[in-house]
């Protein structure tokens, strides 16, 4: 995180306003809107399957950065994300079949409800922390799940629940093609509330709390206020995330949420990078995309190794239990650093500093 | 005086000074008359604080002036960032009571207290260390601000003119302070005495009427060190805040300070103008030993 950012040359900032400015320079403004360009594009370039994994990518993507603000911002812990997630598929299917009310808003008030219940479980976090709070969260995991399995008024117990397809005005996102693009417009929502957040009072406390929360607490930050604030917006988005994952399958079943799939979320922020909101995105491409690619890697290997088909979905687990402890070993500050150094290069090339 | 006065001119001269007279007692009964606590701005009354078995604090009294530099010095272990503790709410004595500006502090809490208008620094570093220098500075302005995650998420239709209108005060303490080089630098990344002027900087963003620093200028060097002499002297002169500080620096102590107290293994053995303290017996023997030890 350390990482210097020079300026280019001739960028001179005359007002306090560019020095908070999501984008600090122009090619990094260049930068973004040539990517989400790009993103726009997707569904025409591609085929189904790139755009159901950039669709996987996208959901994950905000419920990671939920968690991320949780973990890698506030420095608090969470084993249970995937329950949260799976909280937030049930409630909007639950509030859409159940109410009438259009997908399209169930979907942020399932954000809401989440934000409810994540608070609720995070009260412990007002009095403990580090491994403590990690076995409180993991209780939330086992409790929601339990919930799920149990509570078929709300989920349908065993048989799961049903979830519409989301409609506007008219427009179906019956296909992959069109659901991408609910899921892009709710990805750059979210990661630009989240960009604004951290650049302002409540997400200068959450860093602060990591920080050094004896002295936060003496600047007037009510830790427990945060601490638990924190665990209402990390649910926000792993409720959004859910959401939009029940309406994609049309389906919600209680299994999926289990607490592997809360690990999966923690090694999509440390890879991609704790307390980085771009980061995030990395990260969560990265943990979609190694299974992918390991299966890319034994389908061009077993010609000459054709045992390798056999062991082939251990390889892919394997693969991300590799990835995290070498990131964890060799680069803790995750993929967006390797980044920052890549651009720090670029700028001051050729000199090294 | 009425007899005296033959003569018109000379009356109304005298009457003139009665007057005045007249004027400066009604100030006096009036500054007289109104409660302590407006010219004291802390008093601390009989206060105790042990831990288990150890007495960290013995019915340590002392009240603070407005506007004043009050030093609270005495030998390691003496207590005295367990008497700042007691002020900023971290620790809470078991006896006696802490009066800010009139009102006892017990039962608020910590985060309660940068709204009041108390601020402190700490003695072992303790700044947020991944951030900002600057983003430490606008921490301190937690309190002042209204912005929350609603407003904050949704930046340019709330938090944005609040932020950069406190963006500008912070620039002003930081050309204060001299920080102008470092600001955007990550505060974990500064030399010692650069982040003890951040932790200044951040304590004085609170805007406190009360400021609580313990020992400010440690392991500083002594060019450093007359800096921050001379901002803590501009923190009354220029800012009109009050300041209780801990230094081990006696030469600073005793040019900076208004008054002095004497800590010694918790409890107060002295108190008064720098030069009282200095020759104070008891002091004496605290600090080079009894006479009689040395004899
Ligand atoms: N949290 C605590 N738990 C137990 N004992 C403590 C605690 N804080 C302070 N003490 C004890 O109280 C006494 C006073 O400590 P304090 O830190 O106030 O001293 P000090 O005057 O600030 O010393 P120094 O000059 O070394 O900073 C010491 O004996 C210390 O061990
Ligand atoms: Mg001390």
Redesign the interface.
């Known amino acids: 995180m350390a990482v210097s950012n020079p300026r280019p040359c001739g960028d001179f900032r005359t007002d306090y306003a560019g020095d908070t400015r999501l984008f600090s320079d122009r090619t990094h403004t260049i930068g973004f809107f040539f990517l989400l360009a790009l993103a726009l594009a997707v569904p025409f370039v591609f085929d189904g399957y790139v755009v159901s994994l950039m669709i996987l990518i996208g959901i994950y993507g905000i419920a990671a950065l939920g968690l991320n603000i949780l973990v890698g911002f506030t420095g608090q812990i969470s084993l249970g994300h995937a329950a949260f997630f799976g909280f937030g598929a049930f409630s909007s299917a639950w509030l859409n079949t159940n109410t009438g009310i259009p997908v399209m808003i169930t979907i942020p008030l399932a954000g809401v409800m989440t934000t409810a219940v994540g608070m609720i479980f995070g009260i412990p976090a007002a009095r403990i922390k580090g491994l403590y709070l990690a076995i409180a969260t993991l209780a939330a995991q086992f409790i929601l799940e339990d919930f799920f399995a149990r509570a078929e008024w709300f989920t349908g117990g065993s048989a799961g629940s049903l979830a519409e397809i989301p409609e506007l005005f008219g427009f179906t996102f019956d296909s992959d093609q069109r659901y991408y693009y609910l899921v892009l417009f709710w990805v750059c929502v979210s990661f630009l509330l989240a960009s604004n957040l951290m650049r302002s009072r409540d997400g200068r406390a959450f860093i602060a709390v990591r920080d050094h929360y004896l002295s936060a607490e003496v600047m007037g930050i009510n830790l427990t206020k945060y601490r638990i604030l924190s665990f209402g917006i990390s649910s926000f988005f792993a409720g959004i995330g859910g959401a939009l994952m029940g309406h994609y399958l049309g389906y919600v079943s209680a299994e999926s949420f289990n607490i592997l799939f809360s690990v999966l979320f923690l090694a999509m922020i440390i890879i991609g990078g704790l307390g980085s909101v771009a980061g995030t995105l990395l990260g969560t491409a990265f943990i979609v995309l190694l299974p992918q690619f390991m299966e890319f890697l034994v389908a061009l290997l077993s010609g000459p190794m054709p045992f390798l088909i056999d062991v082939q979905p251990y390889i892919k687990e394997m693969a991300i239990g590799a990835a995290i402890i070498i990131f964890l070993i060799f680069e803790p500050d995750g993929l967006i650093h390797r980044w920052q150094l890549i651009r720090a290069y670029w700028r001051l090339y050729p000199f090294s500093y | 005086m009425a007899a005296i006065c033959t003569n018109n001119a000379f009356c109304s001269i005298i009457l003139l000074v009665n007057n005045a007279n007249a004027c400066k007692i009604e100030r006096m009964t009036l500054n007289s008359n109104r409660s302590p606590e407006a010219e004291y701005v802390l008093a601390s009354e009989n206060v105790s604080l042990r831990f288990g078995g150890i007495k960290a604090l013995t019915d340590v009294s002392f009240r603070v002036r407005r506007g004043e530099t009050y030093s609270i010095i005495g030998m390691n272990g003496a207590g005295k960032t367990s008497m700042l503790n007691c002020i900023?709410?971290?620790y809470k004595p078991q006896e006696g009571e802490i009066i800010y500006l009139g009102k006892s502090l017990k039962g608020k809490?910590?985060?309660?207290?940068?709204?009041l208008g108390i601020?402190?620094t700490?003695q072992n570093l303790?700044?947020?260390?991944?951030?900002s220098v600057?983003?430490n500075i606008?921490?301190?302005r937690?309190?002042l601000?209204k912005?929350?995650?609603l407003?904050?998420?949704?930046?340019w239709f709330g938090?944005?003119q609040e932020?950069?209108r406190h963006?500008?005060k912070v620039?002003d303490i930081i050309d204060f302070l001299e920080l102008q080089q470092v600001r955007?630098a990550?505060a974990?990344?500064l030399s010692y005495g650069l982040r003890k002027r951040v932790e200044l900087a951040?304590a004085i963003a609170?805007e406190p009427e009360l400021i609580l620093l313990d020992e400010p200028m440690a392991g500083m060097n002594l060019e450093e060190k007359e800096d921050m002499a001379r901002y803590i002297n501009d923190l009354n002169a220029e800012l009109g805040m009050t300041v209780i500080m801990i230094e081990h620096d006696m030469g600073v102590v005793m040019d900076i300070s208004d008054h002095v107290m004497v800590l010694d293994f918790g409890c107060k053995i002295a108190e008064g103008s720098p030069e009282e303290v200095m020759n104070n017996d008891k002091v004496k023997d605290a600090y080079l030993g009894k006479a009689e030890d040395i004899a």
């Open positions: 900023s709410g971290r809490s910590i985060n309660s207290r940068a709204q601020g402190r700490f303790a700044l947020f260390g991944h951030m600057l983003d606008m921490v301190g937690h309190h601000l912005n929350n995650f407003t904050g998420s949704l930046y938090a944005r932020e950069l963006r500008a620039e955007h990550q974990g990344t951040r609170i």
